[in-house]
């Protein structure tokens, strides 16, 4: 009887395990081909667009803040 | 430091450099930084580096639209007033673009990029009042009786965030992170790793929010002082 419960209890676990088999899938692909860091490129052109607005926007404000302060 | 500030004809320079040093890291690490693998969330979970500090980049621009508000009520100064309502578009900006990605987010992991999740209740709740304020104004011409009224909803506003964002959530079932019963992300998926990018990240997108935020004050004096509604102020 022990032994049929133990070797019952064994099945359980060998079950439990094999249920973690699957990894979850990443982009494993991608980044094996290298193509990630077309992903990166395209981000960074947005990101340095944008910020190259704002450098501009702010320079052109800093101009006429000191234009401003100039004519009074 | 100073020449770099005078050649680059920018002010506040360290903090905007830091501002653009950090976000390259947190875009270029974010994507090819390690995560942890999860089911349903797979390589989305980087999403925590660019839709969450969405949402603690609006906390903080809302804070200092609230701070203004209240130096508003105390001094009568009506540039306050115009600090805090730039604040808070900026804040108001953010909340959008986090809700949205939000919905994107949610769309392939949730299943709908609406799922009457009580987070997203509250914080569409919280946007509608901000939304009001930004009516309310417009609707009230005299400069003083405008301030005045903004600055009292602004505090109302801002307190509403923190029962409906924080507490209602955690007290009901829910599918975000940390609230309903969930373990929260820093429980169990934001290992170090994770860590090091996110709180640059943080700091990045709030940067990002208060250079928008003091561009937009500064024009509207540059506009104000030229109309003639504002003295002059020593280049502060």
Partial sequence: MPRLLLSFLLCLLAAGASAQESRPDMADGLRADGKIWVVVAVLAVIFAGILTYLVALDRKITRLERDDKRSF | ?236
């Fill in chain 2, 1 to 236: 430091m100073y020449l770099c500030a005078a050649f680059l004809k920018m002010r506040g320079l360290w903090w905007k450099v830091g501002c653009l040093v950090l976000l390259a890291y947190v875009l270029v690490a974010g994507l090819m930084g390690p995560v942890p693998a999860r089911f349903i969330l797979n390589e989305s979970i980087r999403n925590l580096y660019f839709h969450v500090p969405m949402w603690f980049g609006m906390i903080g621009l809302f804070a200092g639209s609230c701070w203004h508000a209240i130096v508003y009520l105390r001094t009568g100064d009506i540039r306050s007033d115009i600090r805090s309502v730039e604040w808070l578009k900026a804040g108001v900006l953010f909340s959008v673009l986090g809700m949205v990605t939000g919905m994107i987010w949610a769309a392939y992991t949730w299943g709908e990029p609406w799922s009457n999740d009580p987070k997203q209740l509250g914080t569409a709740v919280c946007m509608l009042s901000y939304f009001a304020y930004l009516i309310l104004r417009s609707g009230v011409a005299d400069d003083e009786k405008r301030a005045k009224i903004s600055a009292v909803y602004n505090v109302f506003a801002f307190a509403m965030l923190f029962p409906l964002l924080f507490v209602m959530p955690r007290l009901v079932d829910s599918l975000h992170p940390g609230n309903g019963g969930n373990p929260a992300f820093s429980n169990y998926d934001l290992d170090n790793r994770m860590r090091l990018i996110f709180y640059p990240a943080v700091i990045g997108w709030f940067l990002l929010g208060l250079w928008i935020t003091t561009l937009r004050i500064r024009m509207r004096f540059v506009e104000l002082r030229r109309d003639g509604l504002l003295p002059a102020s020593p280049h502060a």
